[in-house]
């Protein structure tokens, strides 16, 4: 196997002169095609910012970042955002509340110029299970699990390799993570996926992840 995500020696600083926070320091991990991967620690320990600095969300100040061997581009091009795309914690902060399922679904089709959008819509709604009916709902109309199966569908929908999880369940009542959960173990199988999965709660990464490392005051600590 191939490692399809490598970050070495990682530093992210916030912050400038005189109230600098240095939120990452030498953060090292690789993670193979097809793999789940678990970063688990506690608030604030950050394995959030790892994910936030691979999507170019978060001021890298030192180390590498690359994909399948290539450098990730500083600012990221659409190239990389085919390839890796995230899902965030809360499903009802990241989807426009004036925008249609529909156009959610949408506008990445449109950015990145791909053919036949009514039916990558629809087989994306088909594919987290939702369906073509609720194409047309606004996100206020939707349940927490419901609208965080939208975020999965828009992350799924430019057919990407990486998905980067950012706590995808905290969000969620019990009942409706492990439905969750369980589409993304699907999700993985049927599309060939790589998973890195950021998560407080052991027994989640315990389910979803094949390895994992163990962070602490922005180093890892266990690997």
Not at 21 to 35: F, M
């Amino acid at each position: 196997m191939t490692d399809l995500l490598t970050i070495k020696d990682l530093e992210v600083t916030f912050g400038g002169a005189g109230r600098r926070v240095q939120a990452l320091r030498g953060v090292s991990l690789s993670v193979e095609e097809g793999e789940s991967f678990g970063i688990v620690g506690e608030s604030g320990s950050g394995k959030s910012t790892v994910l936030r600095a691979v999507c170019g969300l978060a001021p890298v100040s030192g180390g590498h970042i690359s994909i399948d061997g290539e450098p990730a581009a500083s600012p990221r091009d659409a190239g990389f955002y085919r390839r890796v795309q995230m899902v965030f914690q809360d499903p009802y902060a990241s989807l426009h509340p004036r925008h249609t399922i529909d156009r959610v679904l949408s506008e990445p089709l449109a950015i990145h110029g791909f053919d036949h959008p009514e039916k990558r819509i629809k087989q994306a709604l088909d594919e987290v299970g939702l369906g073509s009916g609720f194409r047309f709902r606004y996100p206020h109309q939707l349940s927490g699990g419901q609208r965080q199966r939208v975020a999965i569908a828009r992350a799924l929908i430019l057919e990407p390799k990486v998905i980067l999880l950012d706590e995808p369940t905290s969000a969620l009542d019990a009942s409706i993570q492990a439905e969750v959960l369980n589409l993304l173990d699907r999700l993985r199988d049927e599309r060939g996926l790589t998973y890195v999965l950021v998560s407080h709660n052991l027994a989640v990464v315990a389910h979803m992840c094949d390895r994992l490392m163990v962070m602490r005051n922005g180093q890892v600590v266990e690997n």
